[in-house]
């Protein structure tokens, strides 16, 4: 039996779920039984990773109201109509898009909460080597070949590969729903996610079937490949038999291929709900690349509308099938992206590339809010404007780290290379 | 284990040519597919109505493109590197079938002493120099010997011509099959597989008569032990079984024949032994001079017993008999298709193609290259029913994928790095189950002949694995002999398309040169997105792989873009090697 870091933490209050059959669990904090069912939840708590590829317009998403004539000003073809943002209780000045209502009750249920302006020093504009940049927790000007999940699973789960699947984690560590694993999921040797390479695939996996014309001499042959490669990978078992558990998910689903971001959760929830142990769980959807026309002439449709309604949308229903399939407790889920957008919209009614973003965080269990204030908008905002950072983003990983997975300020260190302030998300 | 995957009936009974019997199991899947198993770890997908493949062996005059040439080498050569598909597809079929037919290397390099080390120091032959000429065998010196012998022969493989013939010295030792440990003279291994050289797009009659003498076979199959007074049944059998008259469906020679032909061929041994010039000799006073009386089979042929020297003219009259027999062209035909063309031969196959084929075959008095003429140049070839239809075998595995991505080797000079960087493909290939020298017995591999499932059996739950570890090896690591490495360089390959800026045509292209078969426009896509572009979509995205491409060049001292073109272009690779497209030829 390995010892894990994350069993070995002492906890503190603040970690807890706010609430277990009605008592608070904050009242007993402290409390022997407390600190014994902390580490059972620790151990099996999972983490879902929510990419948001190409750069998601933050200021788009996340819109401050109080400076909503700035706002308009930067933004005068594209900026949402006021009166049709979505309110927030408790936080008047700060509204989100109109397309995000899932987004929105949830926030005002207390089950899911805004990181303002996440970015990090000297933010860089490209695609790639922003990506690169979060998947890694490197700074701006540093190359770092492993990502933040891939250490802190490799730091956690001594001797994978080798050593696995075992009987204390028969799980894949990490899972990909996509066609190639995430950098953030890269150890230092070996990547520590397992990648389902579409969702098509996943059900042809659960139901048995093979995907190609076996009518051919070729697809034939292919088929018998696909066979032993499914026989032959360790973890197919454990994905199949977890996948079979669950035969009923949410209805807020949306119908298959209506929502590629809805239809890989939809596989995530299917999973934990099974009870695959498995870690950290990462996801994306795509693509926030809006330099043009991200909105319609009813600035709340088009483009960017779209996109956020396919997030609120894939993330309402993801957190309600967590309640059916009472796992609620165990998941916490976070959206990321690797840059946000200028302030000022260009003449194309899109938004160039840009830095700081609001991050999402959400579960049942999570300390909602919103941490940081609105970005402050110029009153004539230039091209060439950015929203400054308030909080890096490795902050919020070593939140996670800490406060979800509970590993100890040192170990957290060992991961992300440095100390970072650690946020009352939990 | 099987149960798990599938359940149904098992069933008993006699499968191939009657050397084994097996138990399998079939189960109905679904109307008209059956899975039948052979053994926990062999699956075999019987698709009992797959459609006929009804194309003949009239000349092929369909389209001549790179997606046919890609064809053509994959089969008559170890991949198809973007440069032979260049150099063909500006060539006719006709003069690209010459050219693969008639080139034969000029003299191939010789083995070398490359194996000195801590424990041993060959005293005779000199680092560097070949041990060909060597007169001292030892303990110490004959498995090392065996070792250059083997990573010198994947290296003719690496460095072919643009020619049929390495695959056919590989289809002649499968067919003519000996092993070197059981031969144990690396002297004897190289000849042999020299003898394999002269006559693979020869005369398959004087080859067969070159076999008899030659001295790795007299050993493998005790001809050098057959005398007058201990007949050795080894070879007088395995002649007829499996080198020239086989066990199909036209072979009823009987056990009599197995001895006549055994006494035949007494006197026959290996002179020189552990010299340079060990050859095959034929010593009259072991032969049996008495008459040897075959059966109805062979229209009771008898073989006059001839005395002294005149003993050896036995062998001739003997071929004569077995090359009498229509059944001995369609056996070798039959095996030739099911290595070149896909390994089933149902009714339609045997008539259009095995029959006129053979025919062709005597017809041109046992020469070979007519035969692969012929073949190569038929509708039937090109049929794209037959096109990614044959599973790769682990050496067209690894050295196809060195030849497709010019993985680069050391220099001739650099002996040591070079034969032992040759030696970890060739070990890799054996870890796959084929280890070239070392085929599993006298049958060749099971692959190659096994009813029902043929190639299939190269692909079980040890052997993927190991498929994908060594391509995902070669992305990363590959392997290492001191400062000498090997690896795939994907940038460089990336470099050598048509249009590697374009990420849809990087992709597009790399998939028609790495995959038998196309793939759907909707997989493409989705690693162009996937990987490519970091979860971009759409075409509005396409210039951020351009500009990080061009970047590559203008600004190559970009190391975070360096890493991240390379880490990109090494998970596309990555990709379409782990999947299943990529075991297909």
């Known amino acids: 039996m390995k010892r894990r870091k994350f069993l070995q933490q002492t906890i503190t209050g603040v970690l807890l779920p706010s609430f277990m059959g009605g008592i608070s669990l904050k009242a007993l904090a402290g409390s022997p039984l407390v600190h014994s069912l902390q580490q059972r939840m620790n151990d099996d708590r999972v983490l879902v990773l929510i990419q948001l590829a190409g750069g998601n317009d933050g200021l788009n998403t996340v819109v401050p109201v109080d400076q909503y004539s700035a706002y308009l000003a930067a933004r005068t073809n594209i900026a949402l109509p006021e009166e049709k943002l979505l309110k927030l209780n408790g936080y008047d000045a700060t509204a989100l898009h109109p397309a995000m209502p899932e987004m929105q009750q949830l926030f005002n249920e207390g089950k899911l909460g805004i990181v303002q302006a996440v970015s990090y020093p000297k933010p860089n504009f490209s695609h790639f080597r922003a990506t690169d940049i979060w998947m890694t927790a490197a700074d701006s000007d540093k190359i770092i070949n492993t990502g933040w999940a891939g250490r802190f699973l490799n730091d956690v789960y001594k001797g994978f590969p080798e050593d696995y699947p075992n009987t204390s984690m028969p799980d894949p560590l990490a899972i990909q729903v996509g066609s190639v694993v995430s950098s953030a999921l890269q150890g230092p040797a070996f990547t520590m996610g397992l990648a389902i390479s579409n969702p098509s695939s996943f059900y042809n996996l659960i139901e048995g079937k093979v995907n190609v014309d076996s009518n051919t001499r070729w697809g034939a042959q292919l088929d018998y490949i696909e066979l032993v490669s499914r026989k032959t990978d360790q973890y197919a078992g454990v994905i199949k038999a977890a996948a079979m558990k669950v035969t009923q998910q949410s209805a807020k689903y949306p119908a298959a291929g209506k929502n590629p971001l809805a239809d890989q959760l939809k596989i995530v929830g299917r999973l934990i709900g099974g009870g695959l142990t498995t870690k950290v769980y990462m996801v994306n959807t795509g693509s926030f690349d809006t330099h043009a026309k991200q909105t319609e002439t009813d600035t709340s449709t088009g483009t960017h509308a779209k996109l956020l309604q396919r997030v609120s949308e894939a993330i309402g229903a993801f957190m309600d099938d967590l309640q059916l399939l009472q796992v609620q407790n165990k998941v916490m889920g976070m959206t990321f992206s690797e840059f946000g957008r200028r302030i000022k919209s260009n003449a194309s009614g899109g938004t160039d590339h840009g830095a700081a973003a609001p991050v999402f965080y959400f579960g049942h269990s999570i300390q909602p809010g919103i941490i940081g204030t609105n970005p402050v908008i110029p ?48 | 284990m099987a149960g798990q995957i599938f359940a149904g009936d098992f069933h008993m009974g006699h499968l191939d040519n009657g050397r084994r019997v097996n138990i399998y199991f079939t189960y109905k899947l679904e109307a008209g597919r059956y899975f039948a198993g052979i053994e926990p770890d062999q699956y075999s997908v019987q698709y009992m109505e797959l459609p006929t493949v009804s194309s003949n062996l009239k000349k092929y005059k369909g389209k001549w493109g790179r997606d046919e040439v890609k064809h053509l080498l994959k089969r008559t050569m170890f991949g198809a590197p973007k440069a032979d598909i260049d150099f063909f597809t500006s060539r006719s079929l006709r003069s690209t079938i010459k050219l693969l037919i008639e080139t034969t290397d000029a003299v191939p390099s010789l083995p070398v002493n490359n194996y000195n080390d801590d424990k041993y120091t060959d005293e005779e032959i000199l680092p560097g120099d070949t041990w060909i000429t060597a007169t001292k065998l030892s303990g110490m010196n004959s498995g090392r010997r065996r070792n250059s012998f083997k990573s010198w ?65 007299l050993k493998y199959l005790n001809g050098n032990a057959n005398t007058k007074k201990a007949p050795d049944e080894n070879y007088g059998r395995e002649l007829q079984e499996l080198f020239t008259i086989g066990k199909g469906p036209g072979s009823h020679y009987t056990e009599a024949d197995v001895k006549s032909a055994a006494r035949v061929l007494t006197g026959f041994r290996i002179e020189n032994k552990i010299l340079p010039d060990v050859h095959g000799v034929f010593d009259a006073g072991r032969h049996d001079e008495t008459d040897k009386q075959f059966s109805s089979f062979y229209n009771n042929t008898l073989i006059g017993g001839r005395k002294a020297k005149e003993g050896e003219g036995e062998l001739d009259d003997l071929l004569a008999m077995l090359f009498a027999q229509e059944e001995l062209s369609k056996f070798i035909c039959r095996k030739l298709y099911r290595f070149f063309v896909y390994y089933q031969i149902d009714d339609t196959t045997e008539k259009n193609i ?135 360089d994907p940038y460089l390959f990336a470099q050598s398309l048509q249009n590697p800026g374009d990420p849809d045509a990087l992709v597009s292209e790399s998939v028609q040169l790495l995959y038998a078969i196309d793939l759907p426009d909707q997989e493409k896509k989705y690693m162009k997105e996937g990987i490519l572009l970091s979860g971009l979509q759409g075409m509005m995205s396409d210039h951020y792989w351009t500009d990080a491409w061009n970047k590559m060049t203008t600004r190559p001292d970009d190391n975070a873009n360096k890493k991240d073109v390379t880490n990109k272009l090494k998970n596309l690779y990555r990709y379409l090697m782990n999947l299943p497209q990529y075991q297909l030829s």
């Open chain 2, 354 to 488: 095995i029959e006129p084929l053979a025919k062709t075959f005597r017809k041109n008095n046992y020469e070979i290259k007519p035969v692969l003429k012929q073949l190569f140049s038929s509708r039937h070839f090109f049929d794209m029913a037959n096109r990614g239809a044959l599973i790769k075998s682990p050496v067209d595995f690894t050295v196809g994928l060195c030849r497709e991505f010019n993985v680069k080797f050391p220099g001739t000079n650099d002996y040591v790095n070079l034969y032992g960087l040759w030696n970890n493909i060739q070990n890799a290939a054996a870890q796959m189950q084929q280890n070239i020298g070392d085929p599993p017995n006298v049958a060749g591999w099971p692959a190659y002949y096994q009813e029902p499932q043929f190639d299939k059996i190269w692909i079980n739950s040890d052997t993927l694995p190991k498929r994908n570890q060594f391509t995902d090896r070669m992305l990363n690591n590959g392997f290492a002999r001191n400062d000498k490495k090997i690896s795939i």
């Open chain 1, 379 to 426: 009153a004539s905002a230039t091209v060439n404007d950015n929203l400054p950072m308030q909080t890096d983003f490795r902050s919020v990983y070593s939140s996670v780290l800490n406060n979800w997975f509970g590993l100890d300020a040192a170990a957290v260190q060992q991961v992300l290379g440095e100390q970072y302030a650690t946020l009352p998300i939990l």
């Open chain 2, 153 to 217: 022969w994947i290296g003719l493989m690496l460095n072919q011509q643009r020619s049929v013939l390495e695959k056919m010295v590989l289809f002649w030792h499968n067919h003519f099959a000996t092993e070197t440990n059981t031969v144990d003279n690396p002297t004897m291994c190289y000849k042999h597989n020299v003898l394999l050289r002269q006559y693979a797009m020869g005369n398959f009659k004087e080859m067969v008569r070159a076999v008899t003498l030659d001295p790795a076979m």
